[in-house]
């Protein structure tokens, strides 16, 4: 009743959005690690490294020289300077400072772009499996979700022909991450270039392609869609130094986008929370300048437990899974599990399981259903090599009791 009345003060806005899962399932896991019982963390996908030392030093400096001040809104020129030699550097972009708006997080340049593009009623493809905070974001719009759904039959890839049937007059972005969080998956030159066709050949529709974990692959050298001829007009590339450089707690991701775009995200931001922590930001400077050497060893550590994983997955009965070709998430198929019992609980869906794989294995994961996936959970492998062996050792014994 209580509760109720309370929910009535607030807005339909905040009232119609989702907790964030992610976060949700973490808050759980420490709930329960501060009540003593020792919970593998899975849940969070953060790296477990610490941020790289010439990084720190950075920050340091930072505020022995009383780098202390507000910054301008899109961040402090040797920051946009240092973003745009990465985009050249890294990935062949022809960028200017006023291209570019950090912010704090990955996930604000998200929210900016989607608040700056989006009119109420405007559709949004997304290629799903997701992460969590794409449709939330959307619907904070105004927008409408459209998904596009992969399967781990192809990979989580949606074809060119799924994405051709869904737009629509009303179709403004198209979103997607590669790598991929939740899946691993990550798009090809010729997959990227084929949605960068059907893109241009449509007046009105601009691509958000979040490349946060760039650094983070296993595989072919990462492409970015905004590379396609007439792409860069069409593209906000978004990216930041959580994943590649530890550095989730520093706050600190950015976009390149077209000028209009730029200008549009600055201007919301200045309203917003203006520029990111002037710390944060000179040693973001350091990061992108510096020696990539940390990033490259945190993506071999996290290639090995990739590895080791994948043996430990499938080796448990009912799992199915595909091997991630970058990011350090997997997400099985866990269906098989459901209607299954150990005489306590009956499993119906993804959060029962995943519920019941926290009480009795103490592993946390997510609920696929976060990510726009009903059949499937998630598992961070952003954990040590030994912690992964454990948790994997508890979840097979905890499920291999589902009769
Ligand atoms: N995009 C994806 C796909 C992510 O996994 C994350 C991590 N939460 C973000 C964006 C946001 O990262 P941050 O705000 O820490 O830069
Ligand atoms: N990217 C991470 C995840 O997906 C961090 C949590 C979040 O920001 O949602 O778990």
């Known amino acids: 009743m209580e509760i109720t009345t309370e929910i009535k003060k607030l807005s339909d806005r905040i009232n119609a959005l989702e907790e964030s899962a992610t976060i949700g399932m973490a808050k759980k896991a420490r709930e329960l690690a501060s009540q003593g019982i020792d919970v593998v963390n899975l849940s969070f996908g953060e790296p477990d490294f610490q941020t790289p030392q010439h990084i720190k030093d950075a920050a340091i400096k930072a505020i022995q020289d009383g780098f202390t001040f507000y910054t301008p809104v899109s961040g402090i020129p040797d920051l946009r300077t240092a973003i745009v030699n990465k985009l050249k550097r890294d990935n062949q972009l022809d960028y200017k400072p006023e291209n570019i708006v950090v912010s704090t997080g990955a996930k604000q340049s998200i929210a900016n772009a989607l608040l700056c593009l989006v ?58 991450s590669s790598p991929c969080n939740p899946t691993g998956t990550v798009f090809s030159k010729n997959e990227l270039k084929e949605i960068a066709e059907v893109v241009v050949a449509h007046e009105n529709i601009y691509v958000l392609a979040d490349e946060i974990y760039e650094f983070i692959n296993f595989g072919e050298p990462h492409v970015s869609i905004a590379s396609f001829e007439g792409m860069k007009e069409r593209t906000a590339v978004i990216n930041g130094m959580s994943k590649g450089f530890a550095m989730t707690g520093w706050r600190l991701g950015y976009m390149a986008a077209p000028v209009w775009l730029a200008n549009a995200c600055d201007k919301l931001q200045g309203q917003v929370t203006s520029g ?34 994948y043996k430990m997955l499938l080796d448990i009965p009912g799992i199915k899974t595909n091997l991630p070709k970058g990011a350090f998430y997997f997400f099985p198929d866990v269906s098989s599990y459901f209607g299954k019992t150990d005489g306590k609980v009956v499993i119906k869906d993804a959060m029962d399981l995943s519920m019941y794989i926290l009480n009795e294995a103490h592993v946390s994961t997510v609920t696929g259903e976060a990510f726009g996936a009903s059949d499937y959970i998630r598992l961070s492998f952003a954990a040590s090599d030994e912690a992964l062996t454990k948790a994997l050792t508890s979840i097979k014994t905890a499920l291999l009791k589902l009769k």
Do not use: C, H
């Open 119 to 176: 009119n109420e009623g405007d559709e949004v493809i997304i290629y799903a499996p997701y992460w969590v905070s794409y449709s939330e974001l959307v619907k904070l719009a105004g927008g409408k979700a459209v998904l596009l759904e992969g399967s781990l039959e192809n990979d989580f890839k949606a074809n060119i022909q799924q994405l051709k049937d869904a737009i629509t007059e009303r179709t403004k972005v198209i979103m997607f």
């Open 276 to 309: 990111t922590s002037s710390i944060s930001q000179k040693a973001g400077v350091a990061a992108l300048n510096g020696d990539l050497q940390p990033t490259y060893d945190m993506t071999k550590a996290f290639l090995r437990r990739r590895d080791l994983v």
